[in-house]
């Protein structure tokens, strides 16, 4: 399978030095990437500097602590992709509590760190998702476009404890935008565990089916930020946070039959939802309910999608 996530992505005309969280995940991983594809210098916030330095071959600055930078490191943008995964261990008060350290607790940190700087970045870039909308029922029609509210359940609470711990950072007077993100699909996160029922011909509509389902080509991620450190580099209007879903959605029951499809396999057995939630508790509502959050701020901006439908995105990452 061809790797096309770090194909021809501009970020800036100029060099710029990127500061980055998460650097060593999936979507970080392909950022660094592309940023020095396109001539950029960066550095990488990480648990373990001796690891990531060894991953990037030496090509990037690797961090253990905010304090090991100096006062006279300017950092022109800063993206923020840190957090425990979401999706895992049932969400009992200790783990609720790790995933609110891992994203609200370091974007704090990092917030502080971007306040006492001498040198500002122009720019900080969160993270964020579409459960920051709560759920959205099965049959319900309503696109949620940025403007949406969210809702008293704790993942989207999370999102919006992670979004206004990132906003105070436009104190300090940098812009922010925060990066609400679908379901990413690449060679790696979730599409490749998604993929074993489907490729063993075992594949099926999951609790129903019908819940909408929000994602988003991996290029499309990276692409996605460049547009968005274009347009700060430009004095743009940037909005305080996007949706980062293709605008074609599709619901569960409809990307497992173009999985299916594309990979010469049956799609028969349904999944019904109730084993789910008494295996995940309620983050079952991640998978049983979905949210059809379409890009209309990108959209409205010029952004063109590379992959704009489902069977776009699976035919270049499964054919």
Same mark, same amino acid.
């Given at each position: 399978? /061809? ?8 970020? /800036? ?15 970080? +991983? @392909? ?5 020095? @594809? ?10 373990? &500097? ?5 991953? %990037? ?7 253990? =602590? ?29 783990? @609720? ?12 940190? $990092? ?8 040198? +500002?970045?122009?720019? *900080? $870039?969160?993270? /964020? ?14 696109? *949620? ?12 609470? $999370?999102?919006?404890?992670? #979004? ?23 060679? #790696?996160?979730? *599409?490749? $565990? ?24 991996? =290029? ?33 029951? =409809? ?14 057995? &349904? ?10 508790? =309620? ?5 049983? #309910? ?9 959209? +409205?901006?010029? %952004? ?16």
């Amino acid at each position: 399978m /061809s790797d096309t996530s770090t194909s021809a992505i501009h970020f /800036s005309d100029k060099r710029i030095t990127v500061l980055i969280t998460g650097a060593t995940g999936f979507i970080g +991983k @392909k950022l660094v990437a592309a940023l020095l @594809k396109d001539g950029h210098q960066v550095i990488a916030l990480t648990r373990d &500097p001796a690891k990531a330095n060894a991953m %990037f071959a030496g090509q990037v600055r690797c961090v253990q =602590e905010l304090d090991d930078l100096s006062d006279t490191d300017a950092v022109d943008v800063v993206i923020n992709l840190a957090g425990a995964r979401i999706l895992g261990a049932r969400w009992s008060a200790r783990r @609720k509590q790790t995933l609110r350290a891992s994203r609200v607790g370091l974007t704090k940190n $990092l917030v502080s760190w971007i306040a006492n700087a001498q040198h +500002k970045p122009a720019l *900080l $870039l969160s993270g /964020s998702a579409v459960g920051y909308y709560g759920i959205q029922h099965q049959d319900d029609p309503t696109p *949620l476009a940025e403007d949406a509210p969210p809702q008293a359940i704790f993942m989207s609470q $999370l999102c919006q404890e992670w #979004e206004q711990a990132a906003g105070t950072a436009r104190q300090a007077g940098v812009t922010v935008a925060c990066m609400r993100f679908g379901m990413v699909l690449g060679h #790696e996160g979730a *599409l490749p $565990l998604m993929m074993i029922p489907v490729r063993l011909g075992l594949g099926g509509p999951l609790g129903g089916g019908r819940q909408m389902l929000a994602w988003i080509h991996v =290029e499309d991620v990276l692409r996605g930020m460049a547009h968005l450190i274009q347009a700060s580099a430009q004095d743009r209007p940037i909005a305080a946070a996007y949706n980062f879903t293709a605008p074609h959605g599709t619901t569960q029951a =409809e990307f497992s039959r173009t999985a299916a499809l594309i990979l010469h396999r049956p799609c028969l057995f &349904p999944t019904p939802g109730f084993p789910v939630r008494l295996l995940l508790g =309620e983050q079952a509502d991640i998978v049983l #309910e979905g949210q059809r959050a379409v890009p209309v701020l990108l959209q +409205k901006e010029g %952004f063109q999608f590379r992959y704009p439908t489902v069977d776009d995105a699976l035919q270049a990452l499964l054919r």
